[in-house]
C-alpha cells in the first residue's frame, strides 16, 4: 500500500555530491522508518543508511561513514540522502525502503523493511 518513489541519480565525477529523494505516498510517513540500501553490478544489494521515525537516531554503512547524510522532512514525505567526496565504488542502483518494525536491531538488514522503492541510478566516474 505504500509506494516509495527515488530521484536525483545520475552521472557524477569522482569527489563530487549529488542528493537524492524518496518521496513516500504512506499516509502515516512520520512512523516509518527509512533507509537506503544499494546495489553495484554482480554484487548484493547492501544497507546504506537508516533514519528513525522521529530522526532522532542515524545509522551508516562504514563505508560512507563521513560521506552521506541521511535525514527526512515529515512534513513532505520525504526522506533525503546527501552524497559527498563520492568514490568510483559508491556506483549502484539506490533503493529507498521504510519499515515499521520496533527491533531496532534490524535496521541495517533486510528482513526490517516492507516497502521498496524501485531505484535510482548513481554513477562515478573516475
Known amino acids: 500500500q505504500v509506494q516509495l518513489l527515488e530521484s536525483g541519480g545520475g552521472l557524477v565525477q569522482a569527489a563530487g555530491s549529488l542528493r537524492l529523494s524518496c518521496v513516500a505516498s504512506?499516509?502515516?510517513?512520520?512512523?516509518?522508518?527509512m533507509s537506503w540500501f544499494r546495489q553495484a553490478p554482480g554484487k548484493e544489494r547492501e544497507f546504506v543508511t537508516a533514519?528513525?521515525?522521529?530522526?532522532?537516531?542515524?545509522l551508516y554503512a562504514d563505508s560512507v561513514k563521513g560521506r552521506f547524510t541521511i535525514s527526512r522532512d515529515n512534513a513532505k514525505n520525504t526522506v533525503y540522502l546527501q552524497m559527498n567526496s563520492l568514490k568510483p565504488e559508491d556506483t549502484g542502483v539506490y533503493y529507498c525502503?521504510?519499515?515499521?518494525?520496533?527491533?531496532?536491531?534490524?535496521?541495517?538488514?533486510?528482513?526490517?523493511?516492507?516497502?521498496w522503492g524501485q531505484g535510482t541510478q548513481v554513477t562515478v566516474s573516475s
Open positions: 504512506a499516509r502515516t510517513f512520520s512512523d516509518y522508518t
Open positions: 533514519v528513525t521515525s522521529n530522526g532522532d537516531n542515524t
Open positions: 525502503a521504510a519499515g515499521l518494525k520496533r527491533a531496532a536491531v534490524l535496521l541495517r538488514t533486510r528482513l526490517f523493511y516492507d516497502y
